[in-house]
């Protein structure tokens, strides 16, 4: 009888899983602690169904690339058994390296080392582990496989990964304008002199794919409540990280603490089960428990993540004036009997940058019915045109309005 398992999975309904490597894979410890890593960090404290995780989001993906790779077989695009299933691999493990609260945390914990850095180790470690099973999906990964329309499956401007995570977010924050023809426009991909793209009939559904990216990065995961949340939550392990670094005694010991302290700077690549004992929940246990920490600005910060006493923010498109930031922190040191450094985290300025479509790096190419390939921002009547392709940046102050 032919392998098979079913998960059902709120926005897709039933996922199948018919390889049992890929079901090997999926029960691994290292995929499993995705389950404790939220897929939009903070933003449950903005929009309260943001709860969903790595995990699920992983699996969504998946799904859409199995959707993908059925299409394009259908069209008679040569795709082998073990494309098929490295493709699917790749797609599964793409998030395996992010660090607690997703993006949100990445540059704190783990300084200089992206997160495609770590999901590549993780799978290379995995792939000696299932004894080199996974090596086409890893060069599918580095897009070093031949066929190049693998790897755009999953790292382009239209990947599945983009396709499932405003699915999914859309549909977990209840923000309609999120919601995008996925179907549509997995029906309408091509394979053209080896590159991806999608059929003319697709346009509108392409149009409306970068538009909801666009809304959704404003209106939820660039929304100034959100961002804020985000922001402490950034601060916080900064101030730990000063106050550990100076009286390690002070921050209780577990994995955390050596990320915290830089124990493993430079050797992550030798430290890989370590990065997969950390998730959400140890970030949480620790934010609760420096409430009560004895560092003004590290107690401030963590109450008002844990009791939604956020930071004021405000967005403006031109930079923050440094007379009103420097006013903003003298009022922190008043109002909290702080000093100059640890005002700092509590009133600070930052820039908020969303690009809709980027032209000039990997394109989404339209093939039309007499074999011309044009981009989406170049077609007739473009919606996309080249001033949406421009980046959008806001500049932001965050400070603490009144004492808690």
Same mark, same amino acid.
């Given at each position: 009888m032919?392998?098979?398992k079913?998960?059902?999975?709120? /926005?897709?309904?039933?996922?199948?899983?018919?390889?049992?490597?890929?079901?090997?894979?999926?029960?691994?410890?290292?995929?499993?602690?995705?389950?404790?890593?939220?897929?939009?960090?903070l933003?449950?404290l903005v929009?309260?169904?943001?709860?969903?995780?790595?995990l699920?989001?992983?699996?969504?993906?998946?799904?859409?690339?199995?959707?993908?790779l059925?299409?394009?077989?259908?069209?008679g695009?040569?795709i082998?058994?073990?494309?098929?299933?490295g493709?699917?691999?790749?797609?599964?493990?793409?998030?395996?390296?992010?660090?607690?609260?997703?993006?949100?945390?990445?540059?704190v914990?783990?300084?200089?080392?992206?997160h495609e850095e770590?999901?590549?180790?993780l799978?290379?470690?995995?792939?000696?582990?299932f004894n080199?099973?996974?090596?086409?999906?890893?060069d599918?990964?580095?897009?070093?496989?031949?066929?190049q %329309?693998?790897?755009?499956?999953?790292?382009?401007?239209?990947?599945?990964?983009?396709?499932?995570?405003?699915?999914?977010?859309?549909f977990?924050?209840?923000?309609?304008?999120?919601?995008?023809g996925?179907?549509?426009?997995?029906k309408?991909l091509?394979?053209?002199?080896?590159a991806?793209?999608v059929?003319?009939?697709?346009?509108?559904?392409?149009?409306k794919?970068?538009?909801?990216?666009?809304?959704?990065?404003?209106?939820?995961?660039?929304?100034?409540?959100v961002?804020?949340?985000?922001?402490?939550?950034?601060k916080?392990l900064?101030?730990?990280?000063?106050v550990?670094?100076?009286?390690?005694?002070?921050?209780q010991?577990? /994995?955390?603490?050596?990320?915290?302290?830089?124990?493993?700077?430079g050797?992550?690549?030798?430290?890989?089960?370590?990065?997969?004992?950390?998730?959400?929940?140890?970030?949480?246990?620790?934010?609760?428990?420096?409430?009560h920490?004895?560092d003004?600005?590290?107690?401030l910060?963590?109450?008002?993540?844990?009791?939604?006493?956020?930071l004021?923010?405000?967005?403006?498109?031109?930079?923050?004036?440094?007379?009103?930031?420097?006013?903003?922190?003298?009022?922190?040191?008043?109002? %909290?009997?702080?000093?100059?450094?640890?005002?700092?985290?509590?009133?600070?300025t930052?820039?908020?940058?969303?690009?809709?479509?980027?032209?000039?790096?990997?394109?989404?190419?339209?093939?039309?019915?007499?074999?011309?390939?044009?981009?989406?921002?170049?077609v007739?009547?473009?919606?996309?045109?080249?001033?949406?392709?421009?980046?959008?940046?806001?500049?932001?102050i965050?400070? %603490?309005?009144?004492?808690?």
């Open positions: 032919p392998f098979r079913i998960i059902n999975d709120p /926005v897709y309904g039933f996922i199948t899983i018919n390889d049992p490597l890929i079901f090997d894979i999926v029960s691994h410890p290292w995929y499993q602690r995705l389950r404790r890593i939220k897929q939009m960090a933003a449950h929009y309260p169904g943001a709860v969903h995780t790595r699920h989001h992983s699996l969504g993906a998946y799904h859409l690339m199995c959707n993908a059925g299409e394009l077989k259908s069209k695009f040569d082998s058994r073990e494309e098929d299933r493709a699917k691999i790749a797609i599964l493990l793409h998030d395996i390296g992010h660090g607690p609260f997703s993006h949100a945390l990445e540059s914990l783990m300084e200089n080392v992206h770590l999901s590549l180790l799978m290379e470690a995995l792939n000696r582990q080199g099973s996974l090596q086409t999906a890893i599918i990964f580095k897009g070093q496989y031949p066929k %329309f693998l790897h755009q499956l999953i790292s382009g401007q239209l990947d599945v990964d983009r396709m499932d995570y405003l699915t999914r977010d859309s977990f924050t209840g923000v309609n304008e999120g919601v995008i996925y179907d549509r426009i997995l309408m091509t394979v053209h002199n080896g991806l793209m059929e003319e009939k697709a346009i509108y559904s392409i149009e794919f970068l538009v909801a990216r666009r809304l959704m990065y404003w209106q939820v995961y660039l929304h100034k409540t961002l804020g949340a985000e922001m402490s939550l950034v916080i900064e101030r730990a990280r000063e550990g670094l100076k009286n390690p005694g002070s921050i010991e577990g /994995v955390l603490k050596m990320f915290l302290l830089n124990q493993y700077e050797r992550i690549a030798d430290n890989l089960e370590a990065f997969c004992r950390l998730d959400d929940t140890d970030i949480i246990a620790a934010i609760k428990s420096w409430c920490h004895p003004k600005a590290l107690s910060l963590c109450n008002g993540v844990m009791d939604r006493h956020l004021k923010v405000r967005l403006q498109n031109e930079p923050i004036p440094e007379n009103e930031l420097r006013y903003a922190r003298e009022q922190a040191m008043e109002n %909290f009997n702080v000093d100059e450094k640890a005002a700092a985290c509590l009133a600070f930052g820039i908020a940058e969303n690009r809709t479509y980027n032209p000039f790096d990997e394109k989404i190419n339209i093939l039309f019915k007499n074999g011309t390939v044009k981009d989406i921002s170049q007739d009547n473009a919606l996309i045109q080249h001033n949406l392709s421009s980046p959008v940046k806001k500049f932001y965050c400070y %603490f309005k009144q004492p808690l």
